[in-house]
Structures are given as C-alpha cells and as structure tokens.
C-alpha cells in the first residue's frame, strides 16, 4: 500500500544516504551559517536549515560548524534527540570507504544466539548480568531471541517519542497493534496462556513467566512509567480475570481483540475511599431481571479514558469481601463517563476518575460467580505485584545506567564526574541494590515457572509483596542519587536529564498502587508468621 512504500522509500534513501563518506576535511569546509555541517558520533549532519529551529540558538551550532561536536552534543542531550533527527538530517559518515574485502574481514566475536552472548550497549550493570556475558541456569535461546525482537522494537518504535508521547499525554493507538501483532500482550497476562483464542501465537504457547519478564524489562528501558502503564498496566490486570474465571461468552467478546492491541482492557476497582481496602467497596450492582444496575465511582484507574473494556469490582451483596463481585462494562454502556485526573506522573497511562450512573449491565458479563468477586481480584494480585517489581527494577537499573553514562561525560572542577570519590561512592550504592533486588526477582520468577497456581499463592504471596516494596524502595533511592548526580539537567523536562525528571516523579506511581508499601510489609511478616504456625503446631 502507498504507507508502505513510503516507508520503504525513506529506509532506502537513509541507506542511501549514509552509504556516503566524507573526511574532516571535507566536514570542516561546511563552516557558516549558509552551509552548516556538524559531525556527531562519526556521523555527518547538515544542520543549515535546522539552525534557525534549533532550541539553543543558531549561534551554538555556527560555532561548531564544520566541526566534530559529538562531546558537545552528548553533554546536552539523550539518545532519544539522535535518533529522532537522525533520518532526517544525517548525510553520511565520517572515515575512508570500506572494501568489499574489509567487509569480509570482520566476523563476529561470539553467537548472538546464546544465551551468554553479549548484548546491548554493555554500559556495565546497565543490562541484567546475563546480558553481559554472565552464565545463567534460567535463559535459552528463545529468550535470547524474544528479548532480540523487543529491543528492535523498544529502539526504533518507542525510544525516540518517549518525550513527546510523555508531554502529549497520549500513545498512539497504532503502537498497541504493532505490539499485538508481534505478541507482546500474549506475554504479559500470565497464566493459562490464551492460545486457543490466538492460534496464530501457538508457538509461544510455552513461553514462561522469564520471557513475561523480558517483556516487561526491556519496554521499561525507554525510562517512562507512564508509557509502560499505557501499553501494558491495563491488559495485565484488567484481563485475566475474564481469562481465569469469565465465561466462554466473555472470551470470545474480549480475550483476542485486547491481546492483539485492537481493544484496550483496565481493571476497576479502587475508588475514593477505598483503595488496597479492597472489602470495603462502595459501588453497588443492583440485579433487575437479566441486569445488573451499577452506581458508584472508581478514582486512580489505570488506563480508563482510553479503555474500551472495563473489569470493575462491585458490591451485590451486603457488607464485607463476601458480597462483591465482577462485572464487565463496556464504556459505550449509557452511564459511564472517564474524566482525565492531572497527576505529578506516568502522564501517557490514562489515570482516570470513572463513575458509572444506573448501567444497564446483561447478567452474562458477571465474572466468575456472583458475591465470589473477592477471591477473583486476589488471584491475581501476586503476578500484579511482581509485574511493578520488575518495573520498578528496570527504571532503578535506567537511573543507574543514564547516572554511569553522565558521569564519565560531564566535567566539574577540571575532571570527569566519576573520578570524584563521592560520584563513584553513589554509583556503588546503586549498582549493588539494583543487583540484589534483581537476583531476589530471578529467584521469585523461577518459582512462577515452576510451582502451581495453588501453590505460588499459598507461597510467594509474601515475598512478593516484599519484592514488590523492596523494588520501589530502591526506585525511591536510585531516583534521588541519579538526581544529585545529574545536579540541575534532573530539573528540566527535556535534554540529558529528561529520563532522570520523568523517573523521579513516577517514584509514587509504583511504591502506592498494587498494595502501599505499609500494608505490604505487615502482609510479608503476616505471612511468614502464618508459615511459622504450621512449622510449630506439630510440636506443641
């Protein structure tokens, strides 16, 4: 179609494009205002249109014109600028032609396949160690090449519009196809995977809670808490109560439209005055016949102005956790109404205040049994809870990564950042609580692949709510760190620090929602007392 090939028209000019070398002398004839080249990162840009349009003044680029200003460029700005301007103005490279035998002289230094190949930028303890060429008992070449096929995707689809999605408060809606089409949500609502209702994922059918991990992992590097809730806070929560406990009905209307991006799932259930207090919902669902009538609000949901499905939790009984139940509403219901709530972050996820006016909702979107929703929201709760885990850990290591990257570009007092004392001191702190919290996630995720449903419930309820406030403890500490280290660029929306900023505001958005960290830890040591019990009961 004509999208298309215009897409295949700017990939081949691109190619076209930097298929031209040209020499620093060359470069440095392209001094002036009128005939602006500027090299960055060995790569050729004409920047004399652009200079009138550049944020900082044409003055600064006329002032490196003709010149290599990579450390000027790396200085003031994220990757996220190069990539964005890269197509557009990049004319070429700098350095002398390549043979067809020089080609042929570079062969690869390790299989790309394995899973103790290295990947990625290697900016060490920027990746999980496994990446960098660690051995580890947990990772095959599926995982290898899935976590291959999101780092394609996170760089050249999400990363360089994190920004912009970011300050416009929106994804686009294409995103959540493309990432269905290539299965991502098929990864992401755990267990049972929904295969019947996607056969074209049968391949994936044995996917484990590890590549559920790398998903979540690396669509997290683009450092943004709002866009990971955006793509995947909704389906992961939202959708496995229809898939665990809905009817055959309910599948079919929803399961394979939301795993493939088409439609957009969210869960309901907290509301003004009752959030991890979950027994004590107010919102009512009145039974009429063959409906449900459904009054009451639900404030903070994740995902709600743009959701087309909700899972919303309402009282249809008495007082307490045995009279709740789930319902499915469909937002084009008379009745319900989203209103967009400002929050301090996670800006692109929708945050939303619903209310739901006398909702005619049929008795065949009821989930699971009536007055049984309780056990329905808690099945779900560890993998929730673990998912912010994970979360949380990748933008701790992105605050550790962007913190290492910074310090060994940035002068102070006649010397790079990190050979200050104190600089170094920092990233140490950082690098051994990303790393522990990691290997206590490892640990938790090896567990989900191998114990049953019953049994993680029984087990890990616990330790994942610790994980869980262990994560967003060490989000909380990596964020103020990676902040002092980066001094005033942390401040400011946009350049070097823009990630930093952004992270620091969405420390909230993960240490509250999935259970506060207050009722997680007396939960955690609630748990290990019930265990402790059963060990003593026996001996008494």
């Known amino acids: ?116 190949s ?60 493309k990432l269905g089409k290539m299965g ?141 139940s789930l319902l499915l509403i469909e937002k084009t219901m008379p009745g319900v109404s989203t209103r967009h709530m400002k929050c301090s972050g996670a800006w692109p996820s929708g945050t939303t205040f619903v209310t739901f006016e006398n909702v005619k909702v049929p008795v065949t979107h009821l989930i699971g049994k009536e007055n049984d929703g309780f056990k329905c929201i808690m099945y779900n709760f560890n993998h929730e809870r673990w998912s912010l885990a994970c979360q949380a850990t990748r933008f701790s290591r992105v605050l550790l990564e962007e913190s290492f990257k910074y310090a060994h570009e940035r002068h102070t007092f006649g010397k790079r950042l990190v050979d200050h004392p104190v600089i170094r001191w920092k990233l140490a702190e950082m690098i051994r609580q990303v790393e522990s919290t990691h290997a206590w996630l490892e640990s938790i995720t090896f567990q989900l692949c191998t114990m049953s449903h019953d049994e993680s419930m029984k087990k890990l309820g616990g330790a994942c709510a610790l994980l869980k406030v262990q994560s967003t403890k060490v989000f909380e500490y990596c964020a103020r760190e990676a902040a002092q280290i980066f001094g005033g660029a942390s401040y400011t929306r946009t350049g070097k620090g823009e990630k930093v900023e952004r992270l620091y505001r969405e420390v909230r958005a993960y240490a509250i929602p999935g259970g506060s960290e207050e009722i997680l830890l007396d939960l955690g040591v609630r748990q290990a007392m019930k265990a402790y019990s059963e060990v003593l009961s026996p001996k008494l």
């Open 118 to 177: 290295r990947f990625g930028e290697l900016v060490p303890y920027g990746d999980p160690s496994w990446y960098q060429g660690s051995h580890s008992l947990h990772y095959t070449p599926s995982h290898v090449a899935w976590r291959a096929k999101l780092r394609a995707f996170v760089d050249t689809e999400i990363m360089p519009h994190a920004s912009e999605w970011s300050e416009q408060f929106e994804i686009p809606r294409d995103v959540f196809e």
């Open 184 to 324: 991502f949500f098929f990864t992401v609502v755990g267990k049972p995977s929904p295969t019947k209702y996607l056969p074209e994922f049968a391949e994936m059918a044995n996917f484990d809670s590890f590549h559920e991990l790398i998903s979540l992992d690396e669509i997290c590097r683009c450092g943004s808490g709002g866009i990971a809730w955006g793509l995947f806070a909704g389906i992961s929560i939202g959708l496995p109560p229809i898939m665990n406990f809905g009817s055959d009905y309910l599948k079919e209307k929803v399961v394979r439209d939301c795993v493939l991006g088409k439609k957009i799932i969210c869960l309901a259930i907290s509301e003004p005055s009752a959030a991890s207090d979950v027994a004590n919902i107010q919102t009512t669902a009145r039974r009429e016949g063959d409906f449900f009538i459904v009054n009451g609000e639900k404030k903070w949901i994740t995902n709600g102005v743009f959701a087309d499905y909700f899972t919303v939790a309402v009282r249809t009984g008495g007082k307490g956790m045995q009279a709740l």
């Open 1 to 116: 179609n004509a999208e298309y090939m215009g897409l295949l028209f700017l990939f081949f000019n691109y190619k076209k494009k930097m298929s031209k070398v040209f020499t620093l002398q060359e470069v440095s004839q392209h001094n002036k205002a009128d005939d602006l080249w500027i090299v960055i990162n060995g790569k050729v840009f004409d920047v004399t249109k652009f200079a009138k349009l550049h944020p900082g003044g044409k003055a600064v680029l006329v002032s490196v014109g003709g010149k290599d200003a990579s450390e000027e460029f790396q200085q003031f700005h994220s990757p996220s600028v190069f990539a964005k301007y890269e197509p557009k103005l990049c004319i070429g490279v700098v350095g002398e032609a390549k043979t067809a035998s020089d080609k042929d002289k570079k062969k690869p230094l390790e299989d790309p396949t394995l899973p103790t």
